[in-house]
């Protein structure tokens, strides 16, 4: 499963930002998927989840009720619309995939750069 994140980019404070993450795989539309992040100086963490229905989500407590994961089975795509950024919200952003339905997140995209300023 090949994953390539876009949208990320420099935002003010309060600003919104939508990321991308478009997919190969023929059985997309199976993945488990979601967004983690990491700040400089910290361990990655998680921000987002959704099923293969998209009929499910769960957040990471600090992205709870600004962030929101959705996804296009047919696009293979899956998206993260974060508003009321925050500069604590500034960290690299990756695409994760659970292919195999075992709750290990097997494939990972490059990260894209989100940069939130004060």
């Known amino acids: 499963v090949q994953l390539v994140e876009s949208g990320g980019g420099l935002v003010q404070a309060g600003g919104s930002l939508r990321l991308s993450c478009a997919a190969s795989?023929?059985?997309?539309?199976?993945?488990?998927m979601g967004w983690f992040c990491q700040a400089p100086g910290k361990e990655r963490e998680f921000v987002a989840r959704i099923s293969w229905s998209g009929g499910s989500t769960s957040y990471g407590d600090s992205v709870k009720g600004r962030f929101a994961i959705s996804r296009d089975n047919a696009k293979k795509a899956v998206d993260l619309q974060m508003n009321s950024l925050r500069p604590e919200d500034t960290a690299v952003y990756y695409c994760a995939a659970d292919s195999t339905l075992d709750g290990r997140w097997d494939s990972w995209g490059q990260g894209i750069q989100v940069t939130v300023s004060s």
């Open positions: 795989g023929v059985t997309f539309s199976w993945y488990v």
